[in-house]
């Protein structure tokens, strides 16, 4: 610059030009032509030139127009700037916010500007340069802590992105300007959004099993270490980042981010000979264990679970505290809901070795086991893996609930329906059906064949070990038949329980299909209750329906069953020589209202003599299921049609519009539907029924007599079905 002033002087003395005046009023008219042709860029750029190239000495001169053409030219810069922000070119925005800032580098707002360009083009260290300049020029200013804060939770630098937050949340709450503290409503809280994160998380655990291996570290965590470790990730300090920049929370967000970070994976497979226990790795890496026996199981299985993406995963053996008994209960009464809301169950079958044919699921000895039943029936998501923990028939699909390969190979082995292989619904609902799924599987501990069918009834009971077989089954059907009413776990053969006389003594009672007698074809049902119009009196129908209708539900009280039932006393019990006369015993047996039947068991009934008849008293029971009296069953909104048929719609009827020749219609009709009901019940009461066979006790009390084969009897005669009918509650021992 010195030489380009020596330069200019000597023209100025030779030839009286003033080179340096030309020169600079050339580069300022250039200046002025570049901002009128709206080229703020290179505007700004000659003017740089400009102002570098001429002496200290001369600025002094410019600085009035400087000062107006940097204003001028700077705020061109923003507005063209902020246009092509409008365009999505975020570039050429960059090179016009740069070209204000080289004219003016104390203004804050093109920092701030180019900060967020910058950050769109996820240049994020220049952005957060522009974000630290913007503080430096202004700290006192609450928007650069949202800039600064954007740019770093973009980098997943999430402490220092919910620091800034925190320093912009206190400028908003502290500023003079009410308007301004008026803005805090648009952020959430650290706190908030703290307790809000906890409480999804305390949701999501408490369908959680209570102890879970980190995948990961390879450690045994309880709840509260998983949350702690939780807090302690970066998972958590971005969801946290994130609450705190919206106005409300995002409970979807929430609900997503807890899901995924604590879904676990349950096992599902055949104990071995020493199995991990919980003392065997509590405080260890089960990952740096020896790795024989069935600790390689433990390990392979934790690394599959791991490997498909998720953080935690339990196994029976190793996750309980087996020693502790309040533990061991809820344990036994939550695993269904802990297989149920797992995310995934792997399902390992030791014994199918990796060459084997398609069949070898339903000889694998899991598929024998009791406990494994809610294992496959509770999770949404299952999958098979093999002896070498490669899956089974090498399908690759993320659930094998949708195999239609392994399903049916699973249906044709346990004789569950494949609906329910895949969609099962706990509840007591169907309960005669499940006692015949879990009738042919066996465990080591007699009491779990009960305990491992809590979950698929829904039924929550305490668990005591050493109670035996037919205590433990006995309170599980005792619950079943008291909290649903219903009678079909009366429905088995071979040998009664000490529990209960009408309950079996081993679940494999329940091995034979239920009493399926065939329902009468509906054109036979409409000739017979034609034909009982004109024999039976409308009067005695009516009183039996109500009758039945108003039967109180069978229930349990210290073991004692109080069952509804349709009574007929036995008028002659005759012993009949049968094939193996030391085992089984025949009877000839009538009973009033009754056809004449045999009936086989193992019980000796009584000692007779042709000259002394029996002082005992012996009954024929139906007992009573209200399915019968034809009502639609609203209890049961499973099989509910929501859909309803437009000609089932009707125009509404005013009070007014309505006549009374039109009440007494509608009166005549209903009597005609109720009629009509009452015959349909007393047809169906005709037709063959499951029947118990029970011996009255010196305490007034029944005992059901137990047989091999299920009782079928038939009424007489239809006709006779009128209000002489014994129908009461008997109490059963």
Known sequence: MHNLDGFMGTFTEFFGWDFGWLWQTANQRRCEAFLCADRVIEAAGSHQYMMLMISEAVKPVYHEWSAA?????????????????????YEMAVELYSAGISLDSSCESLFARRSKANL???????????????????????TVYKLKYAVLHEVQRYDEA???????????????????????????????????????????????????INTFTGRLCDRQTQ???????????????????????????????????????????????????LHDIQDKDVYTIMPFGTIAKLQTFCKTARDAGYRWAWSDTCCIDQSNNFELQESVNSMFVWYRHSALTIIYLADVLPWSEPGALANSTWNTRGWTVQEFLAPHTVRFYREDWTLYLNDRSPNHKTSVAIMQELEDSTGIDAQALVAFRPGTRG???????????????????????????????????????????????????????????LDWIGKASEFNSC?????????????????LPEDEMNMSVSMLRNTVSAELTSKLYILLDNLSAPRFAHSRLQLPCIVFPITELRRKRGPDPETYFTYDIKADGLQGLLITSEDKLIQFSPTRPTQQTFLLVRP?????????????????????????????????????????????????????????????????????LLAQQRGGEYKRVASDHLIIAKVKDMASIDDTMDIRALEIL
């Open 503 to 519: 309950l079996p003594a081993d679940i494999t009672s329940y091995k034979a299909p239920p009493c399926m007698l065939s329902s």
């Open 69 to 89: 053409f940097k204003y001028k030219c700077t705020s061109r810069c923003v507005t063209k700037g902020d246009e092509a922000v409008t365009a999505s070119n």
């Open 227 to 277: 949350i702690n470790t939780f807090i302690k990730s970066e998972k958590y300090k971005e969801v946290l980042s994130s609450l705190m920049a919206h106005a409300t929370l995002q409970t979807e967000l929430i609900k997503a981010i807890v899901t995924e970070y604590f879904s676990w994976v349950m096992l599902s497979h055949r104990w071995e000979n020493k199995e991990p226990r």
């Open 120 to 142: 769109t083009r996820r240049l994020y260290t220049e952005a957060l340069d522009d974000a630290e300049k913007v503080i430096e020029l202004n700290h006192s200013s609450y």
């Open 624 to 692: 009573w299921n209200r399915h019968d009296l034809g009502l639609p069953d609203f209890a049961e909104p499973d099989f509910a049609d929501d859909a309803q048929d437009v000609d089932d719609w009707t125009e509404p009827v005013s009070r007014t519009d309505r006549s009374v020749r039109g009440s007494l219609v509608d009166s005549k009709l209903a009597d005609s539907e109720a009629r009509l009901r009452e015959l349909r019940l007393v047809v169906r009461l005709g037709q063959p029924f499951g029947a118990l």
């Open 431 to 489: 309960a005669r059906e499940k006692l015949r799924w879990a009738s042919s599987r066996v465990t080591t501990l007699q009491e779990d064949i009960a305990y491992s069918l809590f979950g698929i009834f829904h039924v929550h009971l305490p668990v005591i070990y050493g109670e035996k077989r037919q205590n433990a089954l006995g309170r599980l059907l005792q619950e079943i038949i008291a909290h649903s009413g219903d009678i079909t776990p």
């Open 162 to 212: 919910i620091k800034a937050l925190k320093i912009m949340l206190f400028k908003l709450d502290n500023a003079i300007d009410p308007e301004i503290r008026e803005l805090r409503q648009q952020y959430v809280s650290p706190s908030e959004a703290h307790d809000a994160i906890q409480r999804a998380i305390h949701i999501q655990l408490e369908n959680a099993p209570l102890r879970l």
